[in-house]
C-alpha cells in the first residue's frame, strides 16, 4: 500500500521560505507524477505544481514565480519550497501522487506568522 | 485556466437517501475528472476517476457519470460514514484545478 507522508516546520515568518518534504513508501517513484496541493483554513483546494520522476516540472501559474518543486529518487523523497510567504500561504499543504491524486499524505499544517 | 462549478454548495439528506451532486467544468474536459470525499481534519480520500472509475476499495454505493462539461456523482443510499465535503477536480488541462466542494449533512 502505498503512503505519503509530509513533513517540516509548522511555523514559518513571514517573507522566508516555506519547506516541506513528502516521503514515499510503499511503491515506486518511478513513472509517477509527484504533486502538491494545499488548503486553506475552512477554505477548498488548490493545486501547486508537481514534479515527474524524471525531473519535469509544471507548476501553478498563480504560485509559479515562488515555488520549486525538486525530487530525490534514492530517498524516495519529494520536496516544496514556496518563497517570499504572507498570512495567506497558512494552509494545510498535501502531497499527493499523479494527475488524479489516487494516494494522499494525511497534511501538514503551516502557520505564517511572526 | 478551466473553472469548475459545483452545485449544490451544500445539501441537508437522510440516511438511505440517494444522493447527486453536479460538477461543471468552464470547457470540455473529454472525461478528465475525479471525485474526492474528504472529512474534517482529514486528507481527501479518492473516489473515482476518469469520471466513472471507481478507485480500488470504495464502495459501488459511489457511481460517476458524465463526459465534456457535466459530470454527476451520486450515492445510492447515504449512510452514516457519507457526511463529508465532496470535491472534483479536472486534470484535462494546467493548472489542475478542483471544484468548489459539496458539503453533505444530516437532515
Request: overall charge neutral.
Amino acid at each position: 500500500q502505498v503512503q505519503l507522508q509530509e513533513s517540516g516546520p509548522g511555523l514559518v515568518k513571514p517573507s522566508e521560505t516555506l519547506s516541506l518534504t513528502c516521503i514515499v513508501s510503499g511503491g515506486a517513484i518511478s513513472n509517477y507524477y509527484w504533486s502538491w496541493i494545499r488548503q486553506p483554513p475552512g477554505r477548498g483546494l488548490e493545486w501547486i505544481g508537481y514534479i515527474y520522476h524524471s525531473g519535469t516540472t509544471n507548476y501553478n501559474p498563480s504560485l509559479e514565480s515562488r515555488v520549486t518543486i525538486s525530487l530525490d529518487t534514492s530517498k524516495k523523497q519529494f520536496s516544496l519550497k514556496l518563497s517570499s510567504v504572507t498570512a495567506a500561504d497558512t494552509a494545510v499543504y498535501y502531497c499527493a501522487r499523479d494527475h488524479y491524486f489516487d494516494y494522499w499524505g494525511q497534511g501538514a499544517l503551516v502557520t505564517v506568522s511572526s | 485556466d478551466i473553472q469548475m462549478t459545483q452545485s449544490p454548495s451544500s445539501l441537508s439528506a437522510s440516511i438511505g437517501d440517494r444522493v447527486t451532486i453536479t460538477c461543471r467544468a468552464s470547457q470540455g474536459i473529454s472525461s478528465y475528472l475525479a471525485w474526492f470525499q474528504q472529512k474534517p481534519g482529514k486528507a481527501p480520500k479518492s473516489l473515482i476517476y476518469g469520471a466513472s472509475s471507481l478507485q480500488s476499495g470504495v464502495p459501488s454505493k459511489f457511481s460517476g457519470s458524465g463526459s465534456g462539461t457535466d459530470f454527476t456523482l451520486t450515492i445510492s443510499s447515504l449512510q452514516p460514514e457519507d457526511f463529508a465535503t465532496y470535491y472534483c477536480q479536472q486534470y484535462n488541462s494546467y493548472p489542475l484545478t478542483f471544484g468548489g466542494g459539496t458539503k453533505v449533512e444530516i437532515k
